[in-house]
């Protein structure tokens, strides 16, 4: 099993910057790209960025309608099981629920023997930001 972790939400000002971490525990051999989504109230889920084992990233700044550079930073630690999130300059359209999703490796050859899903979730940080 996996389980992931997020953490460092919490209420800011619009202005300020805001980092969030996610940490994946057990057996996180199942865990290749990592990405984060965000859930605003009565809105979808959506995606902000993901990140690959080799730290290649991706950011959906079309979809966000903003530009997401610079507004987004997303990282990897060095053991590849931590996953970061900078938001700067934050926004009230900020506010949302922060979720660590994970691709799992079910069905991959480097994982027979281990329990791996096709993808894992976090329970959600809450970020608030007031103007």
């Known amino acids: 099993q996996v389980q992931l972790v997020e953490s460092g939400g919490g209420l800011v000002q619009a202005g300020e910057s805001l980092g969030l971490s996610c940490t994946a525990s057990?057996?996180?051999?199942?865990?290749?790209?990592m990405a984060w989504y965000r859930q605003a109230p009565n809105k979808e889920r959506e995606f902000i960025a993901s990140i690959t084992p080799g730290d290649m990233t991706y950011y959906a700044g079309s979809r966000l309608g903003q530009s997401v550079e610079g507004h987004f930073n997303i990282s990897r630690g060095s053991d590849k099981n931590t996953m970061y999130l900078q938001i700067n300059s934050l926004k009230t359209e900020d506010t949302a629920v922060y979720y660590c999703?994970?691709?799992?490796?079910?069905?991959?050859?480097?994982?027979?023997?281990?329990?791996?899903?096709?993808?894992?979730w976090g329970q959600g940080t809450q970020v608030t930001v007031s103007s």
């Open positions: 057990g057996d996180t051999i199942c865990i290749a790209t």
């Open positions: 999703n994970a691709e799992g490796r079910k069905g991959e050859r480097r994982v027979v023997g281990h329990q791996c899903e096709y993808q894992y």
